[in-house]
């Protein structure tokens, strides 16, 4: 996302959409509970999205700790703790260390927790890792220690080898590195790694680990105190965060220390502790209540019965080959099922069967990962957990079947061939045909630029250029591009859709903000291809206009299906965790189709467009607002006669190296400057190659002879231009910037690209992104264009994420592995 406000606009449909379908944001009916079901509108379901993993939530001891809380303390006890605190603060601490083994403090929530400990435990020079998915409240803590002036870095999930290597190149540029991380990671159901952790805390003095156990407290461990120290232990250089919620059925969260001085800073210093309102006496009954038990043998008992549901259901999911995320031994099941639309119709189908499951979607999990949580507890009788995995596996195949071949389509097996596919629907649909080239040479070249010609840069011969350019044997990685063309036809022959994609190493900051972006190429002086991949993405790096022949009065939403089918699959043989479909115009109707096959949509810089084209200045100024027009007569026109211009086509003179290599230098100006849309330089050769194709020339302004100025008989500027059979699009541009400002050289730049156009006869000029004031100030109109991506993974996004708010807070930094 680019923006704030377009996450938010993205967050808000995602919702929006799963809410109005019913599947979030529920009301039970208002009648007692049991702990196995709730009831919507009458109708009683069994309930597997509760987190009250021992079911002690209904336990009577607990409903009477709850009563004698309140009828000997009343409802509330409104003090912040800095003041007083209610009487059982005290007695449950007490409790809880026993139970922990460890110095406790406990907080209103375990939220508040974090805000309350972290702050005060890290220092403004010490180094603090996040893993990728630890819990979203400790990553809001993280940015209070980001403000602070703390160094935050990212690491990808539970990778330690990673980790390590982090620590060694930190360990000399801060006295403490902290780890954070969750003990049970809440959607896949995952254990921290702790084998691995207890090792580097062995080795790396510097090292210290806060984990949000939240999911692991009461369900494992001695006495329930969760799998981080039950495997960790107390140590010096380990905090731990548990809920008192989950398990615990109480409310509130604590914080376990390894010493009394830690505790004392954290309750006497951190902001939640002495702003916040306390946890009221009611659930600090509950909660004493639950500390005894979890102080009984009784705790290992329960802990046994849900080892033994967790066991039965992981079998069942093993044995019905459902797609569990992770193994580990934990309460939560998670189905990973791909895109947002397969997990919406397991749910709505499971709720039909009498299940209520979480869904789990964008942004909680990937977009590509997409799925339904199951928690389990004590509450559930076996045959509740095989009735629903059994309804899983009726649903499971046939969402993820139209998640891949989308509306349930069935492929011919021949299916993974390069040239053709016959596809059917069902008998009411209609036949389409799915052809897949890797080279224009492949294709009917007139057909193609029939349907494609007229709307960019990439007719046949311009796609022949880029296919001689970016061939495979470059030295670079990043100017080895694979072309892949899909075309849809009708059971008629006729097509319905066409298109191309290129596989290409693209910059993760491709689309973010300049200010991101040049944050980003300091760490790559160091690393040039930090935070890069393999994207494949419709159009190429070097094409301007719609590359989507999308015919609408057609079976266009089936030919959409088959396309991002074949894309997915090409995209994952090439090994790109990414699929881009670019430069669009905005379309609610495609847009919502592309929702819901899993696609973010962002909005991109305005595009310009030039039409129509005048035969005359005069009439050109005639059709500019009268700004624009006293703009080009005063600060353009007059410098027509400084320039003398130099047009090489493909059988004019050929530059000699020594112009080439000046000619890249000049483009090389311009690329490092133009960090809005950050792409990789391109390559040397390009420019001697578009000599070769009569579909591009190039444009060389020159200073005319007027003195001694060792550069006058070099460009200054120049331009390299795609002609088209009816529009004309200006692709590249190169300034000596010395040149800029005292004449005006991209301003004429510009305008003589305009004369070319004119020249051609063209009737629209492509002006692309970027300078939008000077292309206004032509006559140029902005077009809205929107892309929409498909990541498998989010962790470079969420880098880039971590960045931006990082240079809100200038005082800090971001530095990831």
Known sequence: MRTPEERLALLDRTMSEVANQGLIHLAPDDEPLDGRTVAFDGRTVVNFGSCSYLGLELDPRMRAGVVDAVIRYGTQFSSSRAYLSAPPY?????????????????????TLGHLAALPVLVESGDVVILDQMVHHSVQMAANQLRAQGTTVELIRHNRMDRLESMISRLARRHKRIWYLADGVYSMFADLAPFAELASLLDRHEQLHIYIDDSHGVGWTGRHGRGPALEHLGTRERLIVAA????????????????NAELKRRVRLLGGPMIFSGPIQPPMLGAALASAEIHLTPEIEERQAALRERVDFCTELLQEFCLPLAAKDLTPIRYVTLGVPAAAQEVTARLLDDGFYVNIAQFPAVPMKQAGVRITLTLHHRLEDIRALVEALSRHVPGAIGRSEHQRGRRSDPASTA?????????????????????????????????????????????????????????????????????????????????????????KEDLLSSGAVSRAVEQRRRQDPYYLTSVTFAMGSLLTEGDHLYLDREGAWSAALDLLLEAVTADAQAVGAGTVVLRDLAPDAELASELNDRGFAQISMPDSFVLAPVSDSDSEWLAGLSPKARAHQRREVLPWDDAFSIEILRCGDRIPTEAEFDHLHRLYR???????????????????????????????????????DDPTEHA????????????????????????????????????RQSLLRARHHGAERVLLGMGAPLEKKRVGARPHARVTFVQASDHYSQEVLAMLEANLATPRSMVVTD
């Open 669 to 707: 100006n311009v690329q490092q400057r133009g960090l809005e849309i950050n792409a990789f330089e391109l390559p040397r050769t390009l420019l001697p190659n578009m000599l070769r194709y009569p579909c591009w020339e190039l444009m060389l302004l020159r200073l005319r002879p007027g003195g």
């Open 243 to 258: 809920s008192l919620n989950k398990s615990f059925a109480a409310a509130g969260g604590a914080l376990i220390f390894p």
């Open 715 to 750: 460009p200054v500027a120049f331009g390299a231009h795609f002609i088209g059979e009816r529009h004309y699009a200006p692709m590249l541009v190169g300034l000596d910037y010395s040149y800029v400002r005292s004449h005006h050289s991209y301003r004429q730049a510009l």
């Open 90 to 110: 005290t007695r449950l601490e007490t409790k809880l260390e026993s139970m922990f083994g460890g110095h406790v403090i406990v907080a209103p929530t375990t």
């Open 418 to 506: 390069k040239t053709s596919v016959a596809v059917r629907a069902d008998d009411a649909a209609p036949v389409l045909r799915l052809e897949r080239h890797r080279s224009i040479r492949q294709l009917d070249l007139r057909e193609w630029d029939e349907l494609l010609g007229g709307r960019g840069t990439f007719t046949a011969e311009g796609l022949g250029f880029l296919e001689q350019t970016f061939v495979e044997d470059n030295s670079r990685p990043e100017d080895r591009w694979s072309f892949h063309y899909y075309l849809v036809r009708n059971q008629h022959g006729r097509p319905v859709l066409a298109t191309f994609f290129t596989a290409a190493l693209w």
